[in-house]
Structure formats: structure tokens, C-alpha cells
């Protein structure tokens, strides 16, 4: 089975603070990377991604770090802020050679609450 | 639309009975997934539709779980005599096409809860 592990599972930083989230897969064949950002009530959209032949991508106040030769990927949140306050997921992308269907599988999820 | 669309955004059943959860994709998206997300679990994949090809059906966690996509577009996700562990939010997600990852649209979902 192929997993994403995610941590921290809940996360709480000041205002004007850096979060940081932290993802480790086991698969070398992934080939994508999203995270995605939920509120309440709502559907996960995707926030930022990186492909494995990049070590960094940012975009705004958010930044993927990528380590292929670890398997590891984290998402920094700089200068947070309370609206941010949301569950963020990482997640990967596969092709199964089976169904040759495309899929995300994602990580857990961290309760991101930032507080004034 | 201008979004995903899935109806109803709360269903609450009692144990045994059957339901179904229906999907809207964007207009012209041709692919769509259903997933769902358990308290603390993350999303778990269930099924994938692409255009007219035979869906990906090795996420469904039993054969009381089915799903069909008519003429491209609404989908709907079937549970059979439901049981509490069935109780979660369903989620459903369109993209342009196969491998358009980066395009995943997800509705807002169906929270079944299941008495």
C-alpha cells in the first residue's frame, strides 16, 4: 500500500510565525507533490506543488522544500497568518500500471491554528 | 458550473439502509474521483472515472460500495446497507483529463452519517 506520512497531526503558531509541515513517502515512483488547504465545510484545494526534478518552489508567503534522495517534502507558511488557520494535506501523485488510472494518495492532515 | 457539485451536503441514515451521494464535475472535465475522509484519516481514494473508459475501481472498500458516471458527467456513488463505519464526508473531484493532477477541482462534499 502506498502511504504519505504526514506530521505534525496539529500544529499552533503565532501570528507572524513560520509553520512548518512536514511529509516522508516510500514510493520512488511518485512524480508529483501538491498540498492542499481545507477550511471547514469545504472541499481540499490545492495550494502549491513541485515536481521531484525540483529541490524548492515558492510561491507567495509558501514554500515546498523537497529532498528526493530522503523522500521527504515539507510546505513553510512565512510571516503566518490567522486565515490561514486551516487543515493542510500533502499529497502524491502515481500512475497504477494496473488500471493506468491517476491517483493522489494523501497524507493525514495537520490542524494548522494560528492565533493572534 | 462554476464548481463541483455535490448534493445532498448532509445525509443522516439509519444502519441497513441504502444511499446515494451525487456528483456534478465541472463542465468539461472529463475525469472524476471519488474519495473519502474519515476523521484524522486523510482522503482515501475510491474510485476514478476517465471519458468513456472503464473506471478504476480499487479504492471501494467493499462491494456494498458502487459508483456510475452516466453520459460523462453526474456521477453517483451508491453505499448498499449502510453500517456505521460508513459514517465520513465524501468527496468528489473533477479534472480536464487523465494525469491533470495539477486541475484536481473537489466539491465540498457529503457528510453521511449513519445511526
Known amino acids: 500500500q502506498q502511504q504519505v506520512k504526514q506530521s505534525p497531526q496539529s500544529l499552533i503558531v503565532q501570528k507572524g510565525g513560520i509553520s512548518i509541515i512536514n511529509c516522508a513517502y516510500e514510493n520512488t515512483a511518485f512524480d508529483y507533490f501538491p498540498w492542499y488547504q481545507q477550511f471547514p465545510g469545504k472541499g481540499p484545494a490545492l495550494l502549491i506543488a513541485i515536481r521531484p526534478d525540483v529541490s524548492e518552489k515558492k510561491e507567495g508567503r509558501f514554500t515546498i522544500s523537497f529532498n528526493k534522495s530522503a523522500k521527504q517534502f515539507s510546505l513553510h507558511i512565512m510571516d503566518s497568518q490567522p486565515g490561514d488557520s486551516a487543515t493542510y494535506f500533502c499529497?502524491?501523485?502515481?500512475?497504477?500500471?494496473?488500471?493506468?488510472?491517476?491517483?493522489?494518495?494523501f497524507g493525514k492532515g495537520t490542524k494548522l491554528s494560528v492565533i493572534p | 458550473g462554476a464548481g463541483v457539485s455535490q448534493s445532498p451536503s448532509n445525509k443522516v441514515t439509519e444502519k441497513g439502509k441504502d444511499v446515494e451521494l451525487r456528483c456534478d464535475p465541472i463542465?468539461?472535465?472529463?475525469?472524476l474521483y471519488w474519495y473519502r475522509q474519515s476523521l484524522g484519516q486523510g482522503l482515501e481514494f475510491l474510485i476514478y472515472f476517465q471519458g468513456n473508459s472503464a473506471p478504476d475501481k480499487s479504492g471501494l472498500p467493499s462491494d456494498r460500495f458502487s459508483a456510475e458516471r452516466t453520459g460523462g458527467s453526474v456521477s453517483t456513488l451508491t453505499i448498499q446497507r449502510t453500517q456505521q463505519e460508513d459514517s465520513a464526508v465524501y468527496l468528489c473531484a473533477s479534472s480536464l483529463g487523465a494525469g491533470d493532477v495539477g486541475g484536481y477541482t473537489f466539491g465540498s462534499g457529503t457528510r453521511l452519517t449513519v445511526v
Open positions: 463542465s468539461g472535465h472529463t475525469a
Open positions: 499529497a502524491a501523485h502515481s500512475v497504477y500500471s494496473g488500471a493506468g488510472s491517476y491517483q493522489l494518495t
